[in-house]
């Protein structure tokens, strides 16, 4: 079946960049379409959605985030990245990628397990 | 951005129980509300889209209804698996936006 698994640093300094990978496994990432996600979650509070990247390679980030987000996507290895720049604690977070239906009616149907990021120096 | 307001914020139930949770959109979504059910140290996992749909796979005891700004999650006969914290998201624009979630407990 479809999964997602996400892997990158648990620890970032601040100031420095977070780099997350999500690796697609049963399936492949260039067909279909899908929103290929990533989402995060502070300890013991709610969801922010980051951002995706479609199919076809074009992105929408949360302008949240200010311009420090950049998502790709490289079909050669079925995996899709995260880069969040100029981190600080306020970025500490369990990160999820995730794939949502680029169908009207979009859902996050498949999760990560997620993955932990500490910011910190 | 479209607030996502979920109500209660916590509750207390015992097995068995019939469990209304509430969602309320800041504008008109119309039925572009998703659902999603987390257990401590997992991923959330989607319960119902679109309002009203359930996820295949997903118990019938779970159902969506609402329309426009006013969403409820229903749980009926409340099953231990069930205490967890719900989510509602919008997927009517971007970005994508979750209410604060609901946490579900034993009473």
């Known amino acids: 079946q479809v999964q997602l698994q996400e892997s990158g640093p648990g620890l970032v300094k601040p100031s420095q960049t977070l780099s997350l990978t999500c690796t697609l496994s049963?399936?492949?990432?260039?067909?279909?379409?899908?929103?290929w996600s990533w989402i995060r979650q502070p300890a013991g509070k709610g969801l922010e959605w980051i951002g995706h990247i479609y199919t076809s390679g074009s992105t929408n980030y949360n302008h949240s985030l200010k311009n420090r987000v950049t998502i790709s996507v490289d079909t050669s290895k079925n995996q899709f990245s995260l880069k969040l720049s100029s981190v600080t604690a306020a970025d500490t977070a369990t990160y999820y990628c995730?794939?949502?239906?680029?169908?009207?009616?979009?859902?996050?149907?498949?999760w990560g397990q997620g993955t932990m990021v500490t910011v910190s120096s | 951005d479209i607030q996502m307001t979920q109500s209660p914020s916590s509750l207390s139930a015992v097995v068995g129980d019939r469990v209304n949770i509430s969602c309320r959109a800041s504008q008109s979504i119309n039925t572009y509300v998703n659902w999603y059910q987390q257990t401590p140290g997992t991923a959330p996992k989607v319960l119902i889209y679109a309002a009203t749909s359930l996820q295949s796979g997903v118990p019938s005891r779970f159902s969506g209804s609402g329309s426009g700004t006013d969403f409820t999650l229903t749980i009926t006969s409340l099953q231990p698996e069930d205490f967890a914290t719900y989510y509602c998201q919008q997927s009517y624009v971007t970005p994508r936006t979750f209410g604060q979630g609901t946490k579900v407990e034993i009473k």
């Open positions: 049963g399936g492949s990432i260039s067909s279909g379409s899908f929103y």
């Open positions: 995730a794939r949502a239906t680029a169908t009207k009616m979009s859902v996050f149907d498949i």
